[in-house]
């Protein structure tokens, strides 16, 4: 579903993400783990076409990000880690908006909002502002609109951030419902139990470089992900 081959991305003379190599199958849940400043939102960014990148290639679906950008944004969902909304929207006119730009017919744009909202517990406030929304709030509409037009791969940038338990439950049981019937998912997250308990495979950044990545069990062994995770990073900076 998504191949990163050698991508790098440098800033000036800094070098935000350095020759990273990653495959996401369908069906797998794939965490991103890393410090602050270690590269994750980069590559995200880079992979859902918002930044243009310096080296490698990237395809989702067998369509390279650089040639066939809206080939690949039809395929894609990406929630970013502070989702950037309308305000002065209502959130139902949002969810419409992003419909509309996928091309979501009426029956099952009313369907599919209903459905989540209701999982949400967002209903009640689809006819508000969303400039009145919490951040929780915000992140449940984001949330919607990347399920809305059933994409085939969905990016997420700290997705558990701002929801409530309830929430973050629900949201993990969707990614999964999501990969059981053919997508994938590639998310960073700092929540190291959520990741060893959702992910099939993870990899694990360090300053732009890959330090691991594989299976659940490749990866940590018969130790934790956090233990191993800090264990990496200690190395990496003797």
């Not at 998912?185 to 890959?210: P, R």
Request: net charge negative; glycine share 10%; charged share 30%.
């Amino acid at each position: 579903m998504l191949t990163i081959q050698n991508l790098t991305k440098k800033y000036g003379e800094k070098c935000a993400v350095d020759d990273l190599s990653l495959e996401i199958k369908d069906g797998e849940i794939y965490g991103f783990i890393g410090h602050n400043g270690a590269g994750k939102t980069t590559t995200l960014r880079s992979v859902a076409g918002i930044l243009a990148f310096d080296e490698g290639e990237i395809t989702i679906n067998g369509n390279s990000v650089k040639n066939a950008p809206l080939s690949c944004k039809k395929d894609t969902a990406y929630i970013p880690d502070n989702p950037d909304l309308y305000d002065f929207m209502s959130g139902t006119q949002y969810l419409n908006f992003i419909a509309d730009i996928f091309g979501v017919g009426a029956d099952e744009r009313k369907e599919r909002i209903a459905k989540y909202a209701d999982l949400f517990g967002l209903t009640k406030d689809l006819g508000s502002y969303i400039s009145s929304y919490s951040h929780g709030m915000k992140q449940k509409l984001a949330v919607i609109a990347a399920w809305i037009h059933e994409p085939k791969l969905i990016l997420m940038d700290e997705p558990f951030v701002g929801l409530d338990p309830k929430a973050a439950h629900i949201l993990k049981q969707l990614m999964r419902e999501f990969c059981d019937n053919g997508g994938a998912i590639f998310f960073s997250t700092h929540v190291l139990e959520v990741a060893e308990k959702l992910c099939d495979k993870v990899a694990i950044i360090k300053g732009g470089k890959l330090i691991r990545s594989g299976t659940m069990e490749e990866v940590r062994g018969d130790e934790s992900l956090e233990e191993v995770f800090l264990e990496l990073v200690e190395e990496d900076e003797e």
